[in-house]
């Protein structure tokens, strides 16, 4: 999956904390000066039965306080997050999956540390240079165990890693950020294509 849907319930808080983890604080104070990063994004999730990862390089987009869109040019697959809610579009099995405001924020976990900084959610150890493992607060919450965050020298994320229940590993490796003026809502809605069912999440 490219989003990961936590139990009712769970999820990092969307407020932003006083002061921010040592590994979101670059992005975090860039995103509030200017309103929007990008950057490329490859994802890699390992098999479970031993098989070859599952890898796809895309782009991403963030705009505070809480839009984030992905989108992988190869497979035509798109996902657009906001406050009220958001859109998974799925060539494969030609639908769009709409989600409801909770629905949203509990798919969009892992990009609201990166939004607001994670430190209500999280605490932080540092076991290298420029890497980290982030440790949620409350360990019923349905969040990883650790989340290991490595950064550039500039102090912006170049891969996020963490292992899921169903014993996958996703890393989300980043590269070539850059720091725009927002674009707003608009460009963080989707609409489902010609043919395409559109699917209300439960």
Known sequence: MLVHLLPAGAGAERAAAPGNLTA???????????GRGEASITVVQSDPLGGPDHIQAGRLALEPPDRVRL?????????????DGGEWIQPQARQMLR??????????????????????G?????????????????????????????LDSRGFPVQIE???????????????WR?????????????APRGYATVQVP
């Open 122 to 150: 999280f605490s932080e150890r540092v076991v290298g240079p420029r890497r980290f493992v982030l440790e949620p607060r409350d360990r019923d919450a349905g969040l990883p165990e650790a989340i290991t965050v490595e």
């Open 179 to 191: 720091f725009v003026r927002p674009r707003g809502p608009v460009g963080f809605t989707l609409t």
């Open 71 to 83: 989108d992988f040019p190869a497979t035509g697959e798109r996902v657009a997050l906001r406050g």
């Open 162 to 176: 963490f292992a899921e229940s169903a014993g996958v590993t996703t890393r989300y490796r980043f590269k070539s």
């Open 24 to 34: 979101t604080r670059a992005l975090v104070a860039r995103l509030a000066a200017t």
């Open 99 to 120: 989600l409801e405001r909770e629905q949203a924020g509990m798919t969009a976990w892992v990009w609201e540390i990166l939004l607001t900084g994670g430190a209500r």
